[in-house]
Every structure is written in structure tokens, then in C-alpha cells.
């Protein structure tokens, strides 16, 4: 019996089929013939049965999967305020406007208008970072990882970096404090036990060698009952007396007191500077509510070190960046102002019964859901273990699996959760602008 894929068309039959040469005119000639190789694979894939839906068809569907971006916006029902996976922070309006304005053409990225001649691009954010912060001077790269591992190289390379052990934490995609510690050439040290550390362990620790002690803010976890550790301000009064640096990893970069609004046990920046460490390295997707990026404050020496080191090029922050984070600090001059318009700190921030009126608005129309009382997520590695009360539209559903998928294969896709057997959206990260078009994908037949 003649095997059915030996039958299977060639490439070049398929192409000049009517119902698919035409392709040829509206895509890149290697698209369309890419889409064709898939389309010939799954069928022998099926042992070399036709598809179902005919090949012009197959094909044009290969074509529509091809041409889809990968990075594509989606819209956050799962109440996760910085959620990692969906790219934590929304940029601000003025920041998208920064950003676009930068993108359309050519900008003084390196350019000293001033004295028209070269310049540098670690000058933009740095005079906002030190009006905001309280620091010296500041130096921006592109995450916080960056951050501290240019800031461990510049002031720890080749001597010893003391840390607690209940402070050798893991952060997001695997990467731990103590592999990134051993890449900037700098001595891992540890010292104390996972739960309790005294000064009495750094002092025994100090030696010739050592260069830096470095305090870990724990962003991600809590640790809580019979524990003990030494806070930063007595750290770094322990690293100055010893003619040695204090380098401070706060993680998430918080620029307002949030305690007002139940949100409490994250130091501020400013906290941070103020507290006698050298160096402050924190991130700027996350409590910031800027770009992803590495930033670095602390002092004019410190921070000298950190932007002649040689691995400052390879973590550099690019004009994009630098434009959205210069018009997302720039907002926080003003509280209010920062509250209002950056979206992180808006949704951290908003008052109950404004998230309950757009759950009602979700709701509307839709007999099988309910509002439910729940906890809304900070996410991103900040604020460990604090919850946000919440209202939730939960609706049933025969299949909730099915139900989940169908919300993230519209276009915009919507990512969901489900809980005690629902699927339920949470309003807090749903923009009000985006409530008409998660009600039309949950309402529509299919």
C-alpha cells in the first residue's frame, strides 16, 4: 500500500494554488512559504491526511499564527498588581509620550547640547534621582540584577563581600544573590544563621580582604518569628568604621510612604540613602512604576566607582528607557500628581468603592457571575504576604479551563484565574477603559 505522504503536494504546487498565490502579493515571499512547509508538515504529522479545512485555508491560517507579534499586550484580570509574567509596571501616559517622542527619531542621548559636543547618557535621570532620593549621585543601567552586579565589580572585585545567610535569596527566572556575587569577581562571605545575624558575626567576619558589606532587603518573603538581623543604618556605621563600603539591594524602589494605604514594612528610598549606605540599588518596573531598569544612588565616590567600571557599558540603559524613567520621575515632584497618573501607584492606592463600581460595570448583563468580597496581589517581590481587599466578578462556568481559555485567546487577550471552582476576574488591574471588552469576551457565544 502506497504510504498517503508520498501523495502530500510540494511547495511550489501549493504556492501557485489560486486560493494562495495571492498571499504572495500581501507577505514576505519567505512567510508565505514558511507558512506553506507547516501547513504540508502538520498533514504528515496526520500521516498525510488533507486538511480538514482545505489547504488555502491551512495555509492562510499558518500565515495569520506567523504574522502575530509574540510580544503582544494583554489585559491583567488576576488582581496581580506587579505581575512579572504580564510585565509588571504600566507605563504613565507622560512616560509612553516620552518614550514615543525619543523613539520617532534622533535624541541627545550622548549629545551635550549645551557645550555641542559629547556627552553622556548617564547625565539624563541622574539630577532627578538625586532631588528625589536624597543621594549624591545616581547612575541608571538596565535591571536591578545589573545594578548590583556592576556595583559589587566596582567596589568588592578581587575582596570579600560579607552578607547574612538569611539575606542569600532567590529572585525571579532562578537567578540568586550568591551566583550573581560570584560573577562580579567579589568573595562570597556569609555570616550569621538563616534566621538570626548579629553585628557580632560581621565583626568576626571583617578582615584585610574585605571590601564590602552588603545588606539584602528581603522583598520577595518574610521571615518571622525567633529572627534576628542587623539594619542597614548600623551596618554601615559598622563598614565606615572598618574604611570599608555598605552596599544596600532594596529591590523594589519604592519613592512614596504607602503606609496611609494599609501598605507597610517597605523602606522608601529615601529611607535608604538616609541611612548611611554607600550604595542604594533598587529597580524601576516595579514600586517605582517605570521601565524595567537597574538604578544605582549613593555617594560621589561610590557611584564614580560603579560608572568607570568596565561593566557599566554592558549594562547600560538605552534611550527608551532612560526617556520613560525621566518622565515617570519626574512625575513623583508632585505626590499627588504621581499617585494619580502613574498606574501602579493608582491601583496600589484606589479606594474600594471605585474598584467595586467597575465590578458592577463587569458584571452587567451577566447572569451566571456574582460579586465576590477578595484580596487583590502587590506582586513583583514587594510587599511580601500584604493583601488588598478586593471585589470580584466570579462566574461559573461547566468548564472553567475552557472558559479561562477562550478569555486568553481574545484579541486583546485576557488572562484570568480561577478559585473555589470559578473563574474570577479582579477589576483593580482591569483599566476602566478595558471593562467593555472583557464583559464582550465573557458574554460572547462559543
Not at 99 to 106: E, F, I, N
Not at 310 to 339: G, Q, S
Not at 395 to 423: F, M, Q, S, Y
Not at 435 to 443: G, K
Request: hydrophobic share 45%.
Amino acid at each position: 500500500m502506497t504510504d498517503p505522504r508520498r501523495r502530500l503536494p510540494a511547495v511550489d504546487a501549493l504556492l501557485a494554488e489560486p486560493g494562495v498565490a495571492p498571499l504572495l502579493a500581501e507577505h514576505p515571499r519567505a512567510l508565505v512559504v514558511k507558512a506553506v512547509r507547516e501547513a504540508v508538515d502538520q498533514a504528515r504529522a496526520h500521516g498525510g491526511t488533507v486538511p480538514v479545512e482545505g489547504w488555502d485555508a491551512a495555509v492562510r491560517a499558518a500565515v495569520a499564527r506567523l504574522t502575530v507579534p509574540s510580544l503582544a499586550p494583554v489585559i491583567n484580570a488576576t488582581g496581580v498588581v506587579l505581575h512579572t509574567n504580564l510585565g509588571r509596571a504600566p507605563l504613565a501616559p507622560a512616560a509612553i509620550a516620552a518614550l514615543t517622542r525619543v523613539a520617532a527619531g534622533y535624541s541627545a542621548l550622548e549629545y551635550d547640547l549645551g557645550r555641542g559636543a559629547r556627552g553622556s547618557r548617564h547625565a539624563h535621570c541622574r539630577d532627578l534621582l538625586v532631588e528625589l532620593t536624597g543621594a549624591a549621585d545616581a547612575l541608571v543601567v538596565n535591571n536591578a540584577a545589573g545594578a548590583v552586579l556592576l556595583a559589587l565589580s566596582a567596589l568588592a572585585r578581587g575582596g570579600d563581600a560579607i552578607v547574612s545567610r538569611g539575606e542569600l535569596v532567590e529572585i525571579g527566572g532562578s537567578f540568586r544573590i550568591p551566583d550573581i556575587m560570584a560573577r562580579s569577581g567579589a568573595q562570597l562571605v556569609e555570616v550569621g544563621t538563616t534566621n538570626r545575624t548579629h553585628r557580632k558575626d560581621y565583626e568576626s567576619a571583617l578582615g584585610d580582604g574585605t571590601r564590602v558589606l552588603l545588606k539584602v532587603h528581603r522583598s520577595n518573603f518574610e521571615v518571622r518569628g525567633f529572627t534576628t538581623d542587623v539594619p542597614v543604618a548600623e551596618l554601615a556605621e559598622l563598614a565606615h568604621a572598618r574604611g570599608v563600603a555598605c552596599l544596600y539591594d532594596l529591590g523594589s524602589g519604592l519613592l512614596l510612604d504607602l503606609g496611609k494605604w494599609g501598605l507597610s514594612g517597605e523602606p522608601t528610598v529615601r529611607e535608604a540613602v538616609a541611612s548611611g549606605a554607600d550604595v542604594v540599588a533598587f529597580s524601576g518596573d516595579k514600586l517605582l512604576g517605570g521601565p524595567q531598569a537597574g538604578i544605582l544612588v549613593g555617594t560621589t565616590e561610590a557611584i564614580a566607582a560603579c560608572r568607570a567600571d568596565p561593566l557599566a557599558r554592558t549594562v547600560r540603559a538605552d534611550k527608551l528607557t532612560l526617556a520613560a524613567l525621566e518622565a515617570t520621575l519626574a512625575l513623583y515632584r508632585d505626590p499627588d500628581v504621581a499617585r494619580r497618573e502613574i498606574p501602579v501607584l493608582r491601583m496600589l492606592t484606589e479606594d474600594l468603592e471605585g474598584v467595586k463600581r467597575r465590578a458592577e460595570a463587569l458584571k452587567k448583563g451577566m447572569g451566571d457571575a456574582e460579586l465576590v468580597e477578595g484580596e487583590s496581589e502587590v506582586g513583583g517581590g514587594s510587599f511580601p504576604g500584604a493583601k488588598l481587599k478586593t471585589w470580584l466578578v466570579a462566574v461559573w462556568h461547566p468548564e472553567t479551563g475552557n472558559l479561562v481559555a477562550k478569555l486568553r485567546a481574545n484579541d486583546p487577550p485576557i488572562i484570568a484565574r480561577i478559585a473555589d471552582g470559578r473563574v474570577v476576574l479582579d477589576p483593580r488591574t482591569i483599566f476602566p477603559d478595558q471593562i467593555d471588552t472583557v464583559r464582550a469576551a465573557l458574554t460572547a457565544d462559543g
